[in-house]
């Protein structure tokens, strides 16, 4: 079993940073692929970010402005976010699964985070 917990959320104003920390507790691996998602009010949860040993992978509407980073030695991940739009309010998830295929694909992740709430105002 692996436990997520994610933390870093919170209310920002448009073109500010953020980062989130995904904190991975229990059999957790370096060889885990940990991906971000986030779900919007009244929409689908959608892919974000990934990182895994094939390296980085980004959706087209954070690329650029969102990095995704690991630290293997404390089991965190992080989402590090720039230049924040109010279309990125959502609450966001990270997840964890083996393989580094179909990336945005949710039901490959066999473990999730409780999510962490991130609101940006105009």
């Known amino acids: 079993q692996v436990q997520l917990v994610e933390s870093g959320g919170g209310l920002v104003q448009a073109g500010d940073s953020l980062r989130l920390s995904c904190a991975a507790s229990?059999?957790?691996?370096?060889?885990?692929?940990i991906g971000w998602f986030r779900q919007a009010p009244g929409k689908a949860r959608e892919f974000v970010a990934a990182?895994?040993?094939?390296?980085?992978f980004y959706a087209e509407p954070v690329k650029g402005r969102f990095t995704v980073s690991r630290d293997n030695a404390q089991s965190l991940v992080y989402l590090q976010m720039n230049s924040l739009k109010p279309e990125d309010t959502a609450v966001y998830y990270c997840?964890?699964?083996?393989?580094?295929?179909?990336?945005?694909?949710?039901?490959?992740?066999?473990?999730w985070g409780q999510g962490t709430q991130v609101t940006v105002s105009s």
């Open positions: 997840a964890a699964r083996r393989g580094w295929y179909n990336l945005a694909r949710q039901g490959d992740y066999d473990y």
């Open positions: 990182i895994g040993w094939g390296g980085t």
């Open positions: 229990g059999h957790t691996s370096s060889t885990h692929t």
